[in-house]
């Protein structure tokens, strides 16, 4: 009866875990599939758009220094201004304190590099991936838009805009290899399934607000 038991609970776990790698593997392959095409490198071939959305993160790493996801995302959205390929940026990022706010940072460092303040337009209530795209749908009336951040972010933000009725297309910034890279890339797989479980459920930003006119 005790061996029994132990090959039902193996089973069982053996079961979990493959069903768990086959959820991750569809999730990430499907939002990839998605994207395809849709995301760009090279600034001559990239589309010209109305507003460009950054995705906000920290500027700061936990262990000390500049973000270099932050960095290189910052550096994306100067060059696509300064190419004539977004109008207006649209900086969406956590303002969860008053000692964090990833817009108004993002901001500064943005007319640091050439682009007038009066192009950037602030969405305070980014704190997530789904909250951006669907407040640069809802709350500034978009109907297209530029993604500006990492391509295995902007991929998922792409699918996550279409899914909402907003077309996206996503200008890569730079990636990000060895240990830091790894760890960010295990966190989107997680993330990636997290996407299918809030569509499922309807999730919905955790603010609306008025609406604001990108002009």
Known sequence: MKISIKKKYRFLVAITLLLSILVVVVSNFTIEISARGKTFTDL??????????????????????IN????????????????GKIEFVLV????????????????????????????????????RTLDSMVRA????????????????HNERAIY???????KAIGFNAKGISGKQGIKVQFREYLARVKVFIDL?????????GEKIEIK
């Open 68 to 83: 270099p996801y932050y960095a290189h995302r910052i550096d994306a959205t100067i060059a696509l201004y300064k190419a």
């Open 92 to 127: 969406s990022g956590d303002n969860g304190t008053i000692y964090y706010n990833e817009p108004t940072t993002i901001k500064k460092d943005l007319v640091e590099g050439g682009i007038p303040t009066d192009k950037i337009y602030l969405d305070y209530a980014g704190f």
């Open 200 to 208: 499922l459920l309807n999730t919905q930003p955790r603010f609306y």
């Open 160 to 166: 996550i805009a279409e899914k909402k009725g907003l």
């Open 137 to 152: 749908k809802y709350i500034f009336g978009l109907d297209n838009v530029t993604v500006i951040s990492q391509q295995f």
């Open 44 to 65: 001559a071939s990239m589309p010209k758009n109305k507003v460009g959305l950054v995705l906000g993160t920290s500027r700061m790493l936990v262990e000390g220094g």
